[in-house]
């Protein structure tokens, strides 16, 4: 795509920054923290009428081609259909709404896209040479904050998405998962569930990310063995979330019984003899694996508890 420079001929610059936040608080609404509602109102009208090059309160046509994908975007698919036809809306109305940018700290004349992706991205496909954009100094911990609370608000984020930009967040600002819930206004054990799914298996991801699973479906194979396998199944039967935990709940069940019935010939002699000579019901059971097992003993009476008690000296 050419570039379209402004006519003025100089280079979009940068609106001054209003101020690192302060320690501890969070962005909470996104564009709204950085420009209020009708800041946002009054850019996005202001835009429709800007010949390029223009400025209004931080406002800059800036050309598509200037503006690079910032690392901290959570959003990793788009909808091709949903994006043609946004496309189609902005060669007709244009782009309503103007993105967010701030200046790439390695390039000059080059920009960062923060906030708007899939508004930059139609614009492309509109063949729009410019685009509107509102510039912002920011470091990287309000990037990453404002971008996950965009596409959190504003688009359907899947749940896997979604935590792996809770992950981003946590890892580069090194907030505690009650600090990043006050921030993005989301219960700590909605934050904790989503990231207990980026333990599972790439493969089960994958069908998360592709909407062939949801949350609930998901959820009971964390941790699972066979997780990859039981995602192929659910999918291929429809099973329902409550399905998924009765199909997995069973295959525990199973498991145990199957470990029951594996007891070596060893071990049933020596509850055989148990039986004989102490007069009582007695299972044993012993992990080979890890050394470590349990002795259980069935005493119907008290008669009967106090006499083996005797016999281990402790009555």
């Known amino acids: 795509m050419s570039s379209a420079p402004p006519p003025s001929g100089k280079t979009p610059t940068a609106a001054p920054t209003s101020g690192k936040k302060p320690a501890g608080r969070g962005l909470g609404r996104g564009l709204s923290s950085l420009l209020g509602d009708s800041g946002i109102a009054q850019a996005a009208t202001a835009s429709a009428a800007l010949p390029a090059g223009a400025a209004v309160s931080g406002l800059q046509q800036i050309p598509v081609e200037w503006i690079n994908v910032g690392p901290w975007q959570p959003r990793r698919r788009f909808d091709k259909t949903a994006l043609a036809e946004l496309a189609s809306s902005i060669r007709e109305k244009g782009i309503v709404q103007p993105i967010l940018v701030r200046p790439d700290p390695k390039k000059a004349s080059r920009y960062q896209l923060v906030a708007g992706e899939r508004r930059w991205r139609a614009a492309q496909l509109a063949k729009l040479h410019q685009v509107p954009a ?140 148990a039986a004989a000579e102490l007069g009582l019901s007695m299972a044993i059971d012993w992990d080979e694996t890890i050394e470590r097992g349990k002795v259980t003993i069935d005493c119907r009476s008290l008669d009967q508890m106090t006499a083996f008690l005797k016999k281990l000296g402790l009555d």
């Open 134 to 273: 509102i510039i912002r100094n920011l470091d990287e911990a309000d990037c990453y904050e404002i971008a996950l609370i965009e596409n959190i608000q504003r688009t359907d984020l899947t749940v896997i998405e979604e935590a792996q930009g809770y992950k981003s967040l946590l890892d580069t600002n090194r907030y505690t998962q009650d600090q990043l819930s006050e921030i993005i206004g989301k219960s700590r054990s909605h934050i904790a569930n989503l990231m207990r799914l980026l333990s599972l298996p790439d493969a089960v991801q994958t069908l998360i990310l592709d909407r062939q699973l949801s949350m609930g479906q998901a959820r009971p194979l964390i941790g699972h063995a066979d997780a990859v396998k039981l995602a192929q199944l659910i999918v291929a039967k429809g099973l329902s979330a409550r399905q998924v935990e009765t199909l997995v709940k069973s295959l525990a069940n199973d498991r145990k019984s199957a470990k029951k019935q594996a007891k070596s010939a060893d071990i049933k002699a020596l509850e055989k003899r």
